[in-house]
């Protein structure tokens, strides 16, 4: 059974430009979450995505958005990139996203660099 | 607010000499704790998820135990491919809108031969 993937595996930019960062699910799981992983610090929550509604987001500017399609792949936005939004950026999927408290399967990440 | 401490931030072990990993929590309404693994460039691979005091759950040369405060990750006799950072992540909270997990900053482990 294939796992979380991700794309692109590495991704530079520029100051103030936008990034996307996809996300596919393991099949069968609904709910979809974002993580940073910068550098030094442990991994902060981001955004939940369950049947296509955000349920939840972390302590992030707007800036940072995405959103969850049909098929439960899921895409992270940043916009006006700055150069502390340097960092791993993990996406995790889980069985039923709502009251839950199913494990959550990681992808390997995309590494965003700002320069 | 809710927090997760991991304790050492790193630890060196020979091969074949046991140790434990510590992770403690304060948080409202535990609703599982998660041990992860993560190798250098890679995502965290999930290991186990413990729900409710006095639970333990084996995996190899793993063993994780849960109390009301804390979490403790026992590996008995290490091999070098053990080494990596072991995360400590905590669900708390009653509904659906707290499905996010806080992680603590992990323990990096390095076994040698």
């Known amino acids: 059974e294939a796992g979380v993937t991700q794309s692109p595996t590495h991704l530079i930019k520029t100051r103030g430009q936008q990034a996307t960062l996809r996300c596919s699910p393991i099949?069968?799981?609904?709910?979809v979450y974002w993580y940073q992983q910068a550098l030094g610090l442990g991994l902060q929550f981001l955004l939940w995505?369950?049947?296509?509604?955000?349920?939840n987001r972390g302590n992030f500017p707007p800036r940072f958005s995405g959103r969850q399609f049909p098929n439960y792949s899921s895409e992270l936005n940043v916009n006006a990139l700055e150069l502390e939004d340097s960092a791993l950026y993990l996406c995790?999927?889980?069985?039923?996203?709502?009251?839950?408290?199913?494990?959550?399967?990681f992808g390997d990440g995309t590494r965003l660099s700002i320069l | 607010e809710d927090q997760v401490t991991q304790s050492p931030e790193a630890l060196r072990l020979q091969e074949g000499e046991s140790s434990s990993l510590n992770c403690s929590y304060t948080?409202?309404?535990?609703?599982?704790l998660f041990w992860y693994r993560q190798d250098p460039g890679k995502g965290p691979e999930f290991l186990f998820t413990l729900y409710s005091a006095g639970e333990e759950k084996e995996k190899e040369r793993l063993k994780a135990t849960l109390t009301k405060k804390e979490s403790f990750l026992h590996i008995t006799a290490p091999k070098p491919e053990d080494s990596a950072t072991y995360l400590c992540?905590?669900?708390?909270?009653?509904?659906?809108?707290?499905?996010?997990?806080?992680f603590g900053t992990g323990t990096l482990l390095a076994v040698q031969p």
């Open positions: 995790a999927s889980s069985l039923v996203g709502l009251v839950s408290n199913q494990p959550q399967h």
């Open positions: 992540a905590v669900q708390a909270g009653y509904g659906g809108a707290t499905n996010k997990l806080i």
């Open positions: 948080v409202s309404g535990l609703r599982g």
């Open positions: 099949s069968g799981h609904t709910s």
């Open positions: 995505y369950d049947e296509g509604e955000e349920r």
